[in-house]
């Protein structure tokens, strides 16, 4: 019989019982809806087992690889480890190793944690400040033996957390850091199929390292960038993308515009129209959006609309925390 | 014995088929794409395949309450008669456009005509 554990809590399993049943039959609060595989609400994951076929129908490819399942389509048979998602996981802690202007708004800030980490560039990840003030940011790199982290920190009117990070820390303090968490990241599996990134201002952190994970995993279809900002100042990278476009035959750049002034070699515009107006036919496309929530949402609706599977969008939108609007 | 309707369909794959393209159809149909405006799109999807598959007359845990009850907020708005009949009419260009032979269309619409009194909380 196979024994499942949740919460440090064990529970054994009924053989052909599906692992939603044996929780609720144990008065396990776990949400849960049409008990067929159809909702979802029962998703669940599990760090030391992968999931049967079955109890990952109808899930994203990012989902899929961090071992999510429906927990009401899983009939194990051997022992699992369950993690609710979303769990408050433990923290760690990082060494502040640069902080640098990226544009008159936003920091680049690195740090170097300790212990062990794992995960994909684009997942975001909790900061803490000493107080316990929470904020999460996307994560711009790839994973090395430097074990270092970087983001991209907008300053925010009022924004405590990023004000902290601007204007009081310096290389050598301490951050601590939670588990990355988050669907919107690159899967190898797929080199041929073109992919759509959009973003809004730091919306680059988890693109860049979306790009150059797709890049240094050997991704052969085109990649479409389009970055968008009201102004010039409010982006930042176009050189370093420019210079990466003419080196990468399959990957383009186009830097967006959508106040009045539009300088050459930048397009007018909103990035999300921009790129649909460009490319109007996304049928068999991965699309990744990161950034402002309205564009994010916008752009989800239009690139599905062109023809783009719902499986195959990935979305990560910033949303501001109201205290900080 | 013979074949439901939901085999007859095609199964758990064509609902997965006719899902993406009646949410599109669904979506770009003026009157009533405002009901969808503030939606998560990915619930609304695991929620039309739950729909689709109660359409085609496959396995469902679809009860009146909860159709009633899921979508009150919308009869609230105005979700009237003209609006189901638009979304059964999205449905049939769907599976017309999957070519689902019309005999076959009228039985998914027959499924689905009984909830509509749940639907409009008539």
């Known amino acids: 019989m196979p024994k499942l554990t949740l919460n440090n809590k064990s529970y054994h399993c009924e053989s052909d019982e599906t692992v939603l049943d044996a929780l609720l039959a144990n008065n396990v609060d776990i949400a849960y809806g049409c008990k067929q595989g159809g909702c979802q609400s029962c998703l669940i994951r599990s760090p030391n087992q992968t999931p049967p076929d079955e109890a990952q129908n109808g899930l994203k490819q990012t989902q899929k690889a961090q071992n999510y399942f ?3 389509m899983c009939k194990p048979v051997e022992d699992m480890a369950l993690e609710e998602i979303g769990a408050e996981g433990s923290f760690i802690d990082s060494t502040v190793v640069s902080l640098k202007a990226l ?126 900002s009201r ?7 176009v050189d370093e993308m420019e210079a990466l476009a003419g080196k990468k035959e399959n990957f383009n750049y186009s ?28 049928n068999g496309w991965r699309v990744f959006l990161c950034g402002h929530p309205e564009m994010v949402k916008d752009a989800q609706k ?17 949303t501001v925390s109201t205290a900080e609007s | 014995m013979s074949e439901t309707l939901y085999e007859k369909l095609g199964g758990e794959a064509a609902v997965d088929a006719a899902v993406d393209i009646f949410y599109r159809k669904v979506l770009a149909d003026d009157r009533i794409n405002k009901f969808f405006d503030d939606v998560d799109m990915e619930k609304q999807a695991a929620k039309q395949k739950a729909f689709m598959t109660m359409a085609f007359g496959g396995p469902n845990n679809y009860t009146g309450t909860d159709m009633r009850e899921g979508h009150a907020h919308l009869v609230k708005r105005g979700l009237n008669d003209s609006h189901f009949d638009a979304v059964v009419e999205n449905l049939g260009a769907t ?12 039985e998914v619409v027959a499924v689905c005509e009984p909830t509509r009194n749940d639907v409009l909380g008539k």
Not at chain 1, 231 to 237: A, D, I, K, Q, R
Not at chain 1, 302 to 318: C, E, P, Q, R, V
Request: glycine residues 10%.
């Open chain 1, 302 to 318: 239009k690139a599905y609309l062109a023809g783009a599977s719902l499986k195959d969008i990935y979305t990560d939108a910033f």
């Open chain 1, 231 to 237: 102004n010039n100042e409010g982006l930042y990278w």
């Open chain 2, 95 to 106: 599976l017309t456009e999957l070519g689902v032979s019309d005999e076959l269309i009228a």
């Open chain 1, 103 to 228: 544009n008159p708004d936003t920091l680049e800030l690195i740090v170097e944690y300790k212990g062990e980490l794992t995960f994909r560039p684009g997942q975001f990840i909790n900061l803490k400040r000493e107080d316990g003030l929470l904020r999460s940011y996307s994560i711009a790199n790839l994973p090395s033996t430097e074990k270092r982290l970087e983001f991209h920190i907008r300053k925010l009117p009022n924004g405590g957390f990023s004000e902290w990070v601007h204007d009081h820390l310096s290389i050598g303090d301490t951050v601590s850091l939670q588990e990355p968490t988050g669907n919107c990241f690159y899967i190898s599996g797929e080199p041929e199929q073109p992919l759509l990134l959009i973003g809004t201002g730091t919306g680059l952190a988890p693109l860049a390292g979306i790009l150059h994970d797709a890049l240094e995993q050997g991704h052969t279809g085109p990649i479409h960038l389009f970055h968008g």
């Open chain 1, 255 to 282: 830097p967006c515009l959508s106040g009045p002034d539009v300088p050459q070699g930048y397009t007018a515009g909103r990035a999300h129209l921009e790129a649909l107006k460009a490319l109007p036919k996304l």
């Open chain 1, 70 to 72: 429906l927990a009401c």
